[in-house]
C-alpha cells in the first residue's frame, strides 16, 4: 500500500512538473530566426520630413554595414499601405523588419503576421498597444523630452500670456504624450492662457494655415507648443509672415528647427535621438537573428536633449555634437 501511494505521490509529481515545463515553454517568448532571406526592410513614414529620411538613412546605412541586403519604403502613415508592404516583407522573405509604425493600434495586426511567419519586427520612435510581438519597441523619451521644453517655454513666457497648440495626428500615441507632457509643466501656471488647440497632422504647410488662422483670432497671442517640429517651422513661418513675435516651441531635433532657434524665431525643441534609435534597431536585430537575443527589454526608452539657443550649434541631423 506504502508502495502505491509513493507511485501516486511521484506520478502526481512528474505530472506536475511537466505541466509546469509546458506552461513555462508557453510562456517564453518564441524565438524568430527569419523568412530566409538576406533582406532587412526598413518602413518608415515619408522621407520628405527630414525626421524620418534621417531613420531611413542611418537604418539602411547600419544594416549594409552589417552584410544586410535593404529595402527602404514608406508607408505615408497609412496603415492600408503598411499592411501592404509588411505583406511583401512576408512574401520576399526578410530577415527582419525595422518599422516607424502607422499607428499603435492599426500596426498590431501587420506585426503579427511577421511575428507569425517567424520574422522579427523591431520598432523605433513610435510604441504600438500590444507587447510580445515585437522584439523591440525603441523609443525616444517623449514625455521626458517635451516636459523639459515646457519648462524652456514657460520660463520664455515669464509664466504668464495666450498661447496656442498645435497637434500632431491622432492616432500617433506620440502626438498625445507630447501634449499631455506639455501641460503637465504649463498648466500649474494660472496667468497662461490656452487659446486654441489645432490638428495639423505633423505637416508644416498644415501648421502655416493653421497658424494664420490662429494669428486672427488672437491678435495678442504669445506662445506657440507643437508637438513635432515641421509644425514649430511652419508656426514660425506664419508668425514671421504676420510680424509677430512669438515664443515657439516643438519635438524632434531638426535641423530645420536649430536654424529657427538661431534665427531668434523659435525658442526650444527637444531632441529625439533619431540616428542613434535607428542604428541601435537595426545591430539588436542583427544580434537577435544570430544569437536569439537582444540582451534588452522589449520596451527601450531613449532620453532626449533640450535644444535651445545655448546648444542649438551643436545640433546636426538629430544628433549633438560634444
Same mark, same amino acid.
Given at each position: 500500500? %506504502?508502495?502505491?501511494?509513493?507511485?501516486?505521490?511521484?506520478?502526481?509529481?512528474?505530472?506536475?512538473?511537466?505541466?509546469?515545463?509546458?506552461?513555462?515553454?508557453?510562456?517564453? !517568448?518564441?524565438?524568430?530566426?527569419?523568412? #530566409?532571406?538576406?533582406?532587412?526592410?526598413?518602413?518608415? !513614414?515619408?522621407?520628405?520630413?527630414? +525626421?524620418?529620411?534621417?531613420?531611413?538613412?542611418?537604418? *539602411?546605412?547600419?544594416?549594409?554595414?552589417?552584410? $544586410?541586403?535593404? %529595402?527602404?519604403?514608406?508607408?505615408?502613415?497609412?496603415?492600408?499601405?503598411?499592411?501592404?508592404? +509588411?505583406?511583401?516583407?512576408?512574401?520576399?522573405?526578410?530577415?527582419?523588419?525595422? &518599422?516607424?509604425?502607422?499607428?499603435?493600434?492599426?500596426?498590431?495586426?501587420? *506585426?503579427?503576421?511577421?511575428?507569425?511567419?517567424?520574422?522579427?519586427?523591431?520598432?523605433?520612435?513610435?510604441?504600438?498597444?500590444?507587447?510580445?510581438?515585437? *522584439?523591440?519597441?525603441?523609443?525616444?523619451?517623449?514625455?521626458?523630452?517635451? %516636459?523639459?521644453?515646457?519648462?524652456?517655454?514657460?520660463?520664455?513666457?515669464?509664466?504668464?500670456?495666450? $498661447?496656442?497648440?498645435? +497637434? #500632431?495626428?491622432?492616432?500617433?500615441?506620440?502626438?498625445?504624450?507630447?501634449?499631455?507632457?506639455?501641460?503637465? *509643466?504649463?498648466? =500649474?501656471? !494660472?496667468?497662461?492662457?490656452?487659446?486654441?488647440?489645432?490638428?495639423?497632422?505633423?505637416?508644416?504647410?498644415?501648421?502655416?494655415?493653421?497658424?494664420?488662422?490662429?494669428? =486672427?483670432?488672437? /491678435?495678442?497671442?504669445?506662445?506657440?507648443?507643437?508637438?513635432?517640429?515641421?509644425?514649430?517651422?511652419?508656426?514660425?513661418?506664419?508668425?514671421?509672415?504676420?510680424?509677430?513675435?512669438?515664443?515657439?516651441?516643438?519635438?524632434?531635433?531638426?535641423?530645420?528647427?536649430?536654424?529657427?532657434?538661431?534665427?531668434?524665431?523659435?525658442?526650444?525643441?527637444?531632441?529625439? /535621438?533619431?540616428?542613434?534609435?535607428?542604428?541601435?534597431?537595426?545591430?539588436?536585430?542583427?544580434? $537577435?537573428?544570430?544569437? #536569439?537575443?537582444?540582451?534588452? !527589454?522589449? %520596451?527601450?526608452?531613449?532620453? &532626449?536633449?533640450?535644444?535651445?539657443?545655448?546648444?542649438?550649434?551643436?545640433?546636426?541631423?538629430?544628433?549633438?555634437?560634444?
Amino acid at each position: 500500500m %506504502k508502495f502505491n501511494k509513493l507511485m501516486t505521490a511521484v506520478a502526481v509529481a512528474a505530472a506536475a512538473f511537466a505541466f509546469t515545463a509546458q506552461a513555462a515553454d508557453e510562456a517564453a !517568448p518564441k524565438r524568430l530566426t527569419g523568412g #530566409g532571406s538576406n533582406i532587412m526592410y526598413v518602413i518608415t !513614414p515619408s522621407h520628405s520630413n527630414p +525626421f524620418f529620411k534621417t531613420e531611413s538613412d542611418v537604418a *539602411v546605412a547600419t544594416a549594409k554595414e552589417l552584410g $544586410y541586403e535593404v %529595402k527602404a519604403v514608406s508607408h505615408d502613415d497609412s496603415p492600408v499601405k503598411q499592411s501592404e508592404l +509588411f505583406e511583401t516583407a512576408i512574401s520576399d522573405r526578410a530577415a527582419a523588419i525595422i &518599422c516607424d509604425n502607422a499607428g499603435a493600434d492599426a500596426t498590431v495586426a501587420a *506585426v503579427q503576421r511577421a511575428y507569425d511567419n517567424n520574422i522579427p519586427t523591431f520598432l523605433i520612435d513610435r510604441e504600438i498597444n500590444e507587447q510580445g510581438i515585437a *522584439v523591440a519597441q525603441i523609443v525616444a523619451n517623449n514625455y521626458q523630452g517635451a %516636459k523639459g521644453a515646457a519648462e524652456v517655454f514657460v520660463e520664455a513666457m515669464e509664466e504668464e500670456g495666450e $498661447y496656442a497648440e498645435l +497637434f #500632431g495626428i491622432d492616432s500617433d500615441t506620440n502626438a498625445q504624450t507630447r501634449s499631455t507632457a506639455f501641460h503637465e *509643466v504649463i498648466d =500649474q501656471y !494660472p496667468d497662461m492662457k490656452l487659446v486654441a488647440v489645432q490638428t495639423a497632422n505633423w505637416d508644416q504647410n498644415l501648421a502655416y494655415q493653421k497658424m494664420e488662422t490662429i494669428l =486672427q483670432s488672437f /491678435p495678442n497671442l504669445k506662445g506657440v507648443i507643437s508637438g513635432n517640429d515641421n509644425m514649430a517651422v511652419g508656426a514660425a513661418a506664419a508668425a514671421k509672415a504676420a510680424g509677430k513675435q512669438l515664443y515657439i516651441i516643438g519635438v524632434d531635433g531638426s535641423n530645420d528647427a536649430r536654424d529657427q532657434i538661431l534665427s531668434g524665431d523659435m525658442t526650444a525643441t527637444a531632441m529625439q /535621438p533619431a540616428a542613434l534609435i535607428a542604428e541601435m534597431a537595426v545591430r539588436q536585430a542583427d544580434q $537577435y537573428l544570430k544569437t #536569439g537575443t537582444t540582451g534588452k !527589454p522589449e %520596451k527601450q526608452l531613449i532620453d &532626449c536633449e533640450i535644444i535651445t539657443i545655448d546648444n542649438a550649434k551643436q545640433l546636426d541631423n538629430f544628433s549633438l555634437k560634444k
